[in-house]
């Protein structure tokens, strides 16, 4: 059976990335790559769901090497193929039951506020008062947001796995952080400039 950290690799050669941008990807360092690939590191668990999630693979097969690469997947395949909408559709299911997962699992405050994002993102992808030519972009923008948020959330919680004096990490974080803030600020414009024209004003939000 293969290790952990040949598992690890495999996933990333397969989606065809090198080690320096896999890292990127995930918000951690190429060393910190190189060694699970190595075996010399254990990837946590919560960066293994993070490669699970962002990569389509499954749990089972990363963490124990049980079953195979790729999810189990109830949608036919037709000549070959698979209907992307029912991709997606499979998809959504699978976050349903992680939603109810968490909601059963929390009380008080964080059930509040895990339902008020949900409501909020809800109201963000129903995007009712954008036009239809410009319901794509504004989505894809939404989710450009969300997906540099998730990354700057996980780069935050890998700060303690490093000393107070590794000085190098704590740069190199502050840099990705200032990046990905940057970029949250960008898309955010973008959505805004969405609506603007639609309602025939040219000039875009330049901050």
Known sequence: ????????KEVRITRGYNQR??????????????????????????????VCYRFNVDESWLSDGV???????????????INEDELFVAKYGELRVIID????????????????ALNYLVGMLACSKVDPENKSKFLATVCSVVDEMEKLAFQSSTISNY?????GHFLRYKNMAEKRISAIEQQIRIMNNVYLKQYGVDKDIVL
């Open 101 to 116: 997962s968490l909601l059963k699992e929390r009380s008080g405050d964080e059930l509040k506020y895990t339902v008020l």
């Open 1 to 8: 059976m293969s290790t952990l950290g040949e598992r690890f």
């Open 163 to 167: 000393g107070k004096k590794d000085y």
């Open 21 to 50: 941008d896999f890292a990127s990807e995930l918000g951690i360092s190429q060393n910190h790559i190189s060694s699970i690939e190595n075996d010399k590191e254990k990837p946590s668990a919560l960066l293994q769901k993070l």
């Open 67 to 81: 079953g195979t690469l790729l999810p189990e997947s109830n949608i036919p395949i037709v000549d070959g193929s």
